[in-house]
């Protein structure tokens, strides 16, 4: 059964600092994974979504890379900023199914 | 502008109330899908249709039906066999060749019990 971790839980970084979410999976088997945001009390907003081929996709100050071989992916945010506190959540997608599993998120805090 | 809408934003259940949530969307998505999000917890699958007038299981539909009359209408329904329905429930919806495509998902409906 396929599970998704995200560590850590919650961070609080300086603005202007790089930062890495990390979120790791249980089977290699994944079509492909999607980063998204979420604010408080909000849905949830598509970041990056990478598929099975790739390595790694970048929008931005995003850069989110896979490795499937070792059932981890890491999203890169560069020269934070306050507006980027929020939840982020990895969410990866097994083959043949329109079934996706998600992470329980990271909360992220910049402090301006 | 194409989106997702969901409503009520705030519902509230009595016991033993079957009550519905509405999911409408105008993005010509062929599959839609319906999350719960408990505090702490990643969003767990309740229902998904891939097109109209079908639809699935996700992994906690006991106490919720729904509804795939029109491609743009996924309603679903928290019924009184729900026991513990008070969550953050979201509706998304993406192209048909979801694998290839992200969700998109609306601002949620969160329902309580009275």
């Known amino acids: 059964k396929q599970e998704v971790t995200q560590i850590p839980a919650a961070l609080s970084v300086p603005e202007g600092e790089n930062l890495v979410l990390n979120c790791s999976f249980t089977?290699?088997?994944?079509?492909?994974l999607q980063w998204f945001r979420q604010d408080p009390g909000k849905g949830l907003t598509s970041l990056l979504l990478i598929q099975s081929s790739q390595r790694e996709q970048t929008s931005g100050r995003l850069n989110a890379s896979l490795d499937k071989s070792s059932g981890r992916s890491t999203l890169y945010i560069a020269a934070s900023q306050p507006g980027d506190s929020a939840t982020y959540l990895c969410?990866?997608?097994?083959?043949?199914?329109?079934?996706?599993?998600f992470g329980t998120g990271t909360r992220l805090k910049v402090l301006a | 502008d194409g989106g997702i809408t969901q409503s009520p934003k705030y519902l509230f259940r009595k016991e033993g109330q079957n009550v519905t949530l509405s999911c409408e969307q105008n993005?010509?998505?062929?599959?839609m899908y319906w999350y719960r999000q408990d505090p702490g917890q990643g969003l767990r699958l309740i229902y998904y249709s891939q097109i109209v007038n079908d639809f699935q299981k996700g992994d906690i539909a006991e106490g919720y039906s729904v509804s795939r009359e029109k491609k743009e209408s996924f309603p679903l329904t928290v019924t009184s066999a729900q026991k513990n329905p008070t969550a953050f429930y979201l509706c998304a919806s993406s192209f048909d060749r979801a694998r290839d495509q992200p969700q998109h998902f609306g601002d949620g409906t969160r329902l309580s019990i009275l």
């Open positions: 969410a990866v997608s097994t083959s043949g199914t329109y079934k996706y599993i």
């Open positions: 089977d290699s088997a994944i079509y492909n």
């Open positions: 993005l010509n998505h062929d599959a």
